[in-house]
């Protein structure tokens, strides 16, 4: 596999609410300790982008194991940077919660979120790709899911040809995908590192250490190389196949 989504976004934009703080002060979320929100999560880059996330999964309404399981890291990347995290998490699964609810405010909330990255087109091309990994990750681009991402393109300024780029190469990898053989049971339970006789619960919690190892830390950027990225995103593809090849023997 070639491309898909990597979202390595170096820090998080603070948009602050309170007078008696410079902005400055609080721009980006500092790699090396805890900050305290200042303002409201809801106007803050981190509860957007959950908010733009959430508006993608409620497109096609269905969220799948893996999807969970990325959104469920996506909370504990960004929390982690906050004192507080666990409330700072729970308030991140209600913004989620909240959002999924309707579409009415897409364009409003997607408007936030580029005026705090104006000058970062980079950052709005990265979250696009992570927005568009999460509603190709069943396999299945609906035509409610290019709508949506296609309005949240548009509001972030995204160039029509870098989100049609996007989307082609996220067809592509999936066509390639269906066109080539099914990992064999032997070998799912190879790369899960299980084996067949295990019990489901085993090897579901070999299969959530995997996707945490693999998944790429979507927050703090560690600056790996591209090649690196790349390895680590066609890894997680092959657990999530495993998994799935295993799931359905089992059942």
């Known amino acids: 596999m070639t491309e898909l989504l990597i979202l390595v976004i170096v820090g998080i934009v603070f948009y602050l609410l309170n007078r008696d703080y410079k902005s400055s002060d609080y721009q980006h979320i500092k790699v090396d300790g805890k900050q305290e929100l200042k303002g409201d999560l809801n106007d803050h880059e981190a509860g957007l ?6 508006k993608v999964a409620k497109a096609d309404g269905n969220v799948s194991e893996l999807e969970a399981e990325i959104l469920s890291h996506t909370f504990s990347d960004i929390s982690n940077h906050f004192e507080n995290s666990d409330k700072i998490r729970n308030q991140l699964k209600n913004i989620y919660t909240k959002e999924m609810q309707s579409f009415d405010n897409t364009i409003e909330i997607a408007k936030k979120y580029y005026n705090l990255t104006r000058d970062e087109y980079q950052k709005r091309l990265q979250v696009m790709e992570y927005l568009l ?10 035509k409610a899911e290019f709508m949506i991402t296609e309005d949240i393109a548009n509001t972030l300024q995204i160039k ?4 049609e780029n996007l989307i082609a190469k996220f067809e592509q990898f999936y066509a390639q995908k ?15 590192d299980v084996k067949i006789t295990d019990d489901m619960k085993i090897i579901k ?3 959530r250490e ?8 979507i927050i703090t950027g560690q600056g790996a190389s591209q090649s690196i990225i790349d390895q680590a995103t066609e890894k997680l593809q092959e657990i999530n196949s495993a998994y799935e ?3 359905k023997e089992k059942s």
């Not at 029509?160 to 989100?163: I, R, S, V, W």
Request: one cysteine or more.
């Open 178 to 192: 269906q066109n080539s053989k099914e990992l064999s049971l032997e070998k799912a339970c190879e790369v899960l």
């Open 210 to 217: 995997l996707v945490k190892k693999n998944h790429p830390d």
């Open 245 to 247: 090849i295993i799931k």
């Open 205 to 207: 919690k070999k299969y």
């Open 133 to 142: 990994n999460l509603a190709f990750i069943d396999n299945d681009f609906s």
């Open 49 to 54: 982008l959950v908010a733009m996330l959430a």
């Open 160 to 163: 029509k040809a870098d989100f």
